[in-house]
């Protein structure tokens, strides 16, 4: 099972709105609508921030978005706060499956 | 309030074993399904494996670099779930995370994280 493909790295300014792309194939991210991802500062355990594709859990800040389109799931944060630089991760789930697997990892920079 | 807190990491050589332990409050664990997750120093979360609850079987899964040497199990007396690892290798050197699933597969708790060197 291969990791999902997310890129090395993005940036953006304050104020900015960045996409975090995440792309499986249909065995994963394509079949599930169970994609979920992660803030993990450096150091630190990572955190849910977005759950099922596109819901928040409670007290996440409503500028953290997801999407999918076919066999890529998105995650967006608009309004960019220095507060957001840090690693971003994308997790696929399917019930029934006996694989899973995070993506590479997205690191944020905010510029 | 969910805790989990890991415990049991150390520096091991290769081909030793460990085992890690999470106890867990707030939370009884033989009601939920259960992950070890690592993280290589430097590099991205890796999953290793899960064990379901008990009403699911109680039974696991793992990803292939673990299969065969690590073990996921849990002890419902004392509320803590355990990762055995056994015919440890270099390149499992990572801190292991253990974490809980939500209903829609997704880990919405966390613990802190117990950090395996395996060196000679």
């Known amino acids: 099972q291969s990791a999902l493909t997310q890129p090395a790295s993005v940036s953006g300014s304050p104020g900015q709105s960045i996409t975090i792309s995440c792309t499986g194939t249909s065995s994963d991210v394509g079949g599930s609508n169970l994609v979920s991802w992660y803030q993990q500062h450096p150091g630190k355990a990572p955190k849910l921030i977005i759950y099922?594709?596109?819901r928040r859990p409670s007290g996440v800040s409503d500028r953290f978005s997801g999407s999918k389109s076919g066999n890529t799931a998105s995650l967006t944060i608009s309004g960019l706060q220095a507060e957001d630089e840090a690693d971003y991760y994308c997790f696929s789930y399917e019930r029934g499956s006996a694989f899973e697997v995070f993506g590479g990892g997205t690191k944020l920079t905010v510029l | 309030e969910v805790q989990l807190v890991e415990s049991g990491g150390g520096l091991v050589e290769p081909g030793e074993s460990l085992r890690v332990s999470c106890v867990a409050s707030?939370?009884?664990?033989?009601?939920?399904?259960m992950s070890w997750v690592r993280q290589a120093p430097g590099k991205g979360l890796e999953w290793v494996g899960r064990?379901?609850?008990?009403?699911?079987?109680?039974?696991?899964v793992y990803a292939a670099p673990v299969k065969g040497r690590f073990t996921i199990s849990r002890d419902d007396s004392k509320n803590t779930l355990y990762l055995q690892m056994n015919s440890l290798e270099t390149e499992d050197t990572a801190v292991y995370y253990c974490?809980?699933?939500?209903?829609?597969?997704?880990?919405?708790?966390w613990g802190q994280g117990t950090l395996v060197t395996v060196s000679s």
């Open positions: 974490a809980k699933y939500g209903v829609s597969g997704q880990f919405d708790y």
């Open positions: 099922e594709g596109s």
């Open positions: 707030g939370i009884t664990l033989k009601d939920v399904w």
């Open positions: 064990i379901k609850n008990k009403g699911d079987g109680g039974t696991t």
